[in-house]
């Protein structure tokens, strides 16, 4: 199994109720029941107001490597990250468990 974490920061300015990061939220609300080859998938906005911390995360999982590169090909996927792209930057990080 492959755990992919994904952490966003919104832009300087960015507020999380504007249209756009709540048409983001929605897509990657969305997406984890989108793509066959997720099988674990949740999303939420961090609760904390620490300086360091990211505003919203997303903890996923598929079977394999090939899973891996399938769902991040999907065009759900690859729509719902072009969304972001406008408003917020991230990191990522995926590793086999």
Known sequence: MIRHLVLFKLND???RDEPRVAAGVKA????????PDVTFWECA??????P???DYAINAAVTDRDALKR???HPAHQEAA?????FAT?????YEF
Not at 45 to 50: E, G, L, V
Not at 82 to 86: F, I, P, V
Not at 90 to 94: C, P
């Open 52 to 54: 360091i911390a990211y």
């Open 45 to 50: 906005w961090n609760i904390t107001d620490r």
């Open 90 to 94: 991230w990191v990522i990080a995926d």
């Open 13 to 15: 300015g960015v507020q």
């Open 71 to 73: 769902y991040i090909e």
């Open 28 to 35: 990657f609300e969305e997406l984890g029941g989108l793509i």
């Open 82 to 86: 072009g969304l972001w792209r406008e």
